[in-house]
């Protein structure tokens, strides 16, 4: 089916508004900044409105109705990755969530020669954690290179860096080259 660009535009309100140079908006810095359907405004409105209290720490309605709704959308973003709730973690954004694998698993996992692959593609949320950590603990850090004819990644490079390598990150789509990359 071929994507209808209208329909999904007509789903975010702020692509309704003209720039002040007489041009419709059009966005790209979603990994930045990632603007918001109609329906998750509605639903962030409602919980203002209606049940905004503390989700898991208080017993009183608007606290329970706040818990399941915290739960429920759990729920379904972890059946969309494939995993399950109990593995499904909130964080702010990219530099939290890979600053807490950084400081909460791989300084308590990793030493010394042990090698982390990152790939030219990453943005520095996902170069500085690895550099610091290298620096701290001596973990080498590997980097995949881009093969410059395609802008993908250099896969027979990628296949023998990351043989030996007990951490891997590499960015699924690149929001710089539009690679996208097989990551299952
Ligand atoms: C490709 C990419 N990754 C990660 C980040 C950092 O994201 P966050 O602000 O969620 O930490 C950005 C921010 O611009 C980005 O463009």
Known sequence: MPLDVEAIRSDFPILGRM???GKKLVYFDNAATSQKPKCVIDSMSRYYEEYNSNAHRANHTL????TSALENARSVI???????PDQMIYTSGATEAIN???YGWARENLSEGDVIVLTEMEHHAD????QQ??????VEVR????DTDSFTLDMDAFEIAAQDAALVCVVPTSNVLGARHAVE
């Open 143 to 146: 980097y995949v290179p881009i």
């Open 63 to 66: 606290a329970d109705e706040a």
């Open 127 to 130: 170069i500085v954690p690895w």
């Open 100 to 102: 807490l694998v950084s």
């Open 19 to 21: 720039l002040p140079n």
């Open 133 to 138: 950590l290298s620096k701290e603990k001596g």
């Open 78 to 84: 972890s059946e969309f990755f494939g995993t399950s």
